[in-house]
């Protein structure tokens, strides 16, 4: 009998990180196993840091959540970086929001 889908959540890689290493106390199947490996190679924040960083660029920007969190996973360094993932939005952001944007980034990789 297939699964059923209770509840649908975005997550960031720290927090599928967290969830998995939790997880990890009891057993993991191969694929968990290969995507805890995959998540502690690229998670660069916390998952407290990554979750408050989507929140804050949902709620000052205005973003989908969806592009708020492939921000957080990137952490891009440059602000053409940033252009490029937001490509998605439907809205076109000026210099300005764009550096606000980054001012936010460098205050969560300290």
């Known amino acids: 009998m297939p699964k059923k889908i209770i509840k ?9 990180k967290q969830l998995l290493e939790e997880r990890a106390k009891e057993e993991l199947s191969y694929m968990q196993r290969i995507t805890l490996d995959y998540v502690s190679k690229f998670s660069k924040l ?7 960083m989507v929140n804050e660029l949902i709620e000052e920007f205005n973003l989908k ?3 708020a969190v492939q921000i957080a996973n990137i952490l891009p360094d440059t602000i053409h970086e940033l ?17 606000k944007m980054m001012e936010i980034l ?3 990789q300290k």
């Open 8 to 16: 649908e959540e975005i997550l960031t890689l720290p927090e599928v």
């Open 46 to 52: 916390s998952a407290e840091a990554a979750r408050q």
């Open 65 to 67: 959540p969806e592009t």
């Open 83 to 99: 252009r490029v993932l937001l490509t998605t939005e439907p809205k076109t952001f000026t210099s300005d929001e764009l550096k």
């Open 106 to 108: 460098k205050k969560y």
